[in-house]
């Protein structure tokens, strides 16, 4: 077997490949994953802002109010899935991870489905 080697043109730079699509992918379902975890705890803190300047400003908060009712607990347990997935499939995760899902379903199979 012979091996036959082409040599570079004067001036020419190697090519180099900086990124593979393994890595590209990985990524991106890192970005993913935060931004939907960020996402859903932005919405979070929201509800918990407002539910707390209107304590502030003397009101009460009512059933119907997202802290109250469950809404924003929902949003929390959205916050959490993609942060699991991050963390992996261990064992202790796996159970919270299905506990999570659980609850979300319930949620949005129960009054609240809309």
């Given at each position: 077997m012979t091996i036959v080697t082409f040599p570079l043109p004067e001036g020419a730079?190697?090519?180099?490949?900086?990124?593979?699509?393994?890595?590209?992918?990985?990524?991106?379902?890192?970005?993913?994953?935060?931004?939907?975890?960020?996402?859903?705890?932005?919405?979070?803190?929201?509800?918990?802002?407002?539910?707390?300047?209107?304590?502030?400003?003397g009101d009460n908060l009512m059933n119907s109010d997202a802290a109250i009712c469950g809404e924003t607990l929902h949003s929390a347990l959205l916050g959490l899935k993609p942060l699991i997935e991050l963390a992996g499939s261990s064992n202790e995760n796996r159970e919270l991870y299905h506990l999570i899902e659980a609850r979300i379903r319930a949620y949005e199979e129960g009054p609240h489905a809309g």
């Open positions: 730079t190697r090519l180099r490949i900086v990124q593979t699509e393994i890595q590209r992918e990985m990524r991106d379902y890192q970005l993913d994953h935060l931004v939907e975890a960020a996402d859903a705890f932005a919405v979070v803190t929201s509800e918990l802002t407002n539910a707390a300047r209107r304590l502030m400003c």
